[in-house]
């Protein structure tokens, strides 16, 4: 279920230092699988293919992802990034700091640009959010605890004594709340349609559920990309789908295509992020 995610992660920055048209693209997903390295052929493939469909040389546009945290936020922090593609969590996280500008959404392969995220525990053991406290919290976007919070609203506030906790490895998690220990975990949209295929599953019952929520953005930073320059990028990402070499690029990521943001998207990003704050 995680290489879906793997799909959804890659994001594009154009140097304001680096020569004229030429423009770098970088992709971070914190705790969803595969490598940077594992990943560059299908990063080039991309780039390769929205640099043609925006009128680019060959090599004007490149591309990488990171599974890292940190090392997305150091990354889109150089001069040279210019836009991004992110998960919501990593846009509530560090969209103020690093000035990320929603611009698109991303649809995933046999899903769409929405997801609803389910907080599961042992079958019987939490009937409402109070009775969380002194509870983990375990899930991929434990690293963003505003869009945790935010995300769970709906059903309740969550205890200040909930701790929340970044945890790629959410299996591990699972089965220590099926086994009765003080865990909960909030699965994506894909770890949920999982869920039914563990053999443990019978022990476990899904006590929450997210809002529809967008899954992934493609964000420019801060002012660093020209404007006729991103007009010629979105135009390239928006058709990839229409064009052999960029489907064969989006397929092997696994993204249907890519859409302009929806203004009810953005809203959301800001209601998390402003959550967060207050807290």
């Known amino acids: 279920m995680r290489a879906v995610l793997l799909a959804t992660l890659f994001a594009f920055s154009a140097a304001a230092a680096a020569p004229p048209g030429r423009v770098t693209l970088v992709a971070c997903a914190p705790g969803y699988p595969g490598t940077t390295a594992e990943a560059q052929p299908r990063m080039d493939a991309l780039a390769a293919a929205v640099a043609r469909g925006a009128g680019l040389g060959e090599g004007a546009v490149s591309a990488v992802y990171t599974p890292r945290e940190q090392e997305g936020v150091a990354w889109l922090a150089e001069p040279d990034a210019a836009v991004a593609l992110v998960p919501l969590p990593f846009l509530v996280a560090h969209g103020e700091a690093l000035r990320l500008v929603p611009r698109m959404q991303v649809e995933a392969a ?65 089965r220590k709340a099926a086994a009765g220990e003080d865990v909960a975990v909030l699965l994506d949209g894909a770890q949920s349609a999982a869920l039914p295929t563990l053999p443990f599953a019978g022990d476990l019952e899904v006590i929450a559920r997210s809002e529809p929520l967008p899954a992934s953005f493609v964000a420019t930073v801060e002012r660093r990309l020209p404007a006729a320059r991103w007009r010629a990028l979105e135009r390239s990402l928006a058709s990839l789908e229409a064009r052999p070499e960029g489907a064969a690029a989006l ?4 993204i249907a295509r890519f859409v302009p943001v929806d203004p009810g998207a953005v809203a959301a990003v800001r209601r998390l992020s402003a959550g967060g704050r207050a807290r």
């Open 110 to 174: 046999g899903g769409g640009a929405t997801e609803v995220w389910a907080l599961v525990a042992r079958k019987g053991r939490v009937g409402s959010s109070e009775r969380l406290a002194g509870f983990a919290l375990h899930s991929t976007a434990g690293y963003a605890p505003a869009f945790v919070r935010g995300a769970l609203a709906g059903w309740g506030t969550l205890p200040r004594s909930v701790r929340i906790v970044h945890s790629p490895a959410v299996l591990s998690a699972l």
């Open 251 to 254: 397929a092997a990521l696994r």
